[in-house]
């Protein structure tokens, strides 16, 4: 079970440096997109179920989808 956390940590970590230091703003978001989908899986393993479901409305919903709606009406411009 210690190994399946570590793994999603390195690949939460991995996600948080690719959406840091791409330059597209389309693949940040979708990196952040991932980190906040492993960050749901971690919470769920380390059985705190309530945080998962926020995590999942608010991370994953709510902000991808502001996320998206700014980047259509700039244009996608940095």
Do not use: C, H, W
Not at 32 to 47: A, D, E, K, N, R
Not at 51 to 74: N, W
């Amino acid at each position: 079970m210690e190994m399946i956390v570590y793994l999603l940590l390195l690949f939460i970590l991995l996600t948080a440096f690719f959406a840091s230091f791409t330059k597209d703003l389309v693949n940040s978001l979708i990196a952040l997109s991932l980190l906040s989908s492993t960050l749901v899986i971690l919470f769920i393993i380390l059985q705190a179920p309530d945080v998962a479901l926020t995590e999942v409305v608010v991370a994953s919903g709510i902000t991808t989808g502001f996320f998206i709606i700014t980047i259509d009406k700039t244009g996608g411009k940095r």
